[in-house]
């Protein structure tokens, strides 16, 4: 009975030593950074720490008072350059009337009729101006309006905000960190290795991950050996690429990898 009790002992010590477990910790391979285009005050915050959000979600608003200002300004000025296009339209109708009717005429003379061309292509020109003051009015506008676009910040990606730094009435810079963004459909595992196990470990390596907090064990594949060695504890990270199964799994995690040796 001890002989067969310390063979099983044996046999379990070899499956033991074969395998390699090294810690790591979950983190998403998709973190976004969210800041401001412009410099402006906090307006609006539209979700909180923790909170999930959908690509294109508003994740918070600037203060627009300058650019209302600026577009009213705009939008008044295409409005009266169309009035002068309009305007003109009707002189240039009158005097081409005009001359018409002057040809007809026995006392018309031919300085008459010069004198009516001249007039003619004044409002031509006067026309064809205010026409191109209408063209750089609505180009204007259309500038405010993709202004007000970055006005909105909007997240880049479905995710889970786990930072959160601005406040309302905050004043932003542009470039200054608002938000952090993570995506949980794209997580891996990181982990240190010793140098001397990375001869059990290379590119694509098939091996088991395990998340014990949820007792969650799954597949996983190595997906990066970062090749840049701590001077001091002569570690090099991995990274592993898993399958999530559905689960629900976070940044930050503790995880396992079993390496076959």
């Known amino acids: 009975m001890s002989k067969l009790l310390m063979a099983l002992l044996f046999i379990v010590s070899i499956m033991q030593a ?3 477990t090294v810690p790591g910790t979950v983190v998403s391979d998709s973190q976004k950074m969210i800041g401001s285009h412009y410099m402006g005050y906090i307006k609006k915050i ?15 608003e600037l203060q627009s008072g300058e650019f209302d200002l600026m577009k009213s300004q705009a939008d008044l000025g295409l409005e009266q350059a169309k009035i002068f296009v309009e305007m003109y339209q009707t002189h240039l109708a009158n005097a081409q009337r005009e001359r018409r009717n002057a ?3 026995k006392s018309t003379t031919r300085l008459d009729l010069e ?3 001249i007039a003619a ?7 064809k101006a205010a026409k191109q003051v209408v063209k750089q009015a609505t180009i204007k506008i259309k500038q405010f309006t993709g202004l007000y ?25 542009p470039g200054m960190l608002a938000m952090v963004l993570v995506d949980l459909h794209d997580l891996v595992i990181e982990a ?33 050996i970062v090749p840049s060695a701590n001077p001091m504890t002569h570690t090099m990270t991995i ?9 629900e799994i976070f940044p930050g995690m503790y995880a396992k990898l079993h390496v076959q040796m």
């Open 121 to 127: 292509e004044n409002t031509k020109a006067m026309l």
């Open 149 to 173: 676009n970055y006005l909105e910040v909007k997240a880049p990606n479905d995710g889970v905000i786990v930072q959160k730094r601005i406040k309302v009435g905050d004043m932003i810079m």
């Open 103 to 105: 040809k007809k005429r």
């Open 18 to 20: 074969s395998t390699l």
């Open 239 to 247: 990274r592993v690429k898993f399958d999530l199964k559905d689960e």
């Open 192 to 224: 240190s290795v010793a140098e001397s196990n990375l001869k059990y470990i290379h590119k694509h390596k098939k091996l088991k991950v395990e998340i014990p907090s949820i007792n969650f064990i799954t597949t996983g594949e190595v997906q990066a």
């Open 46 to 60: 539209n979700f909180n720490l923790g909170d999930s959000v959908k690509r294109d979600d508003v994740l918070f």
């Open 115 to 117: 004198n009516l061309d």
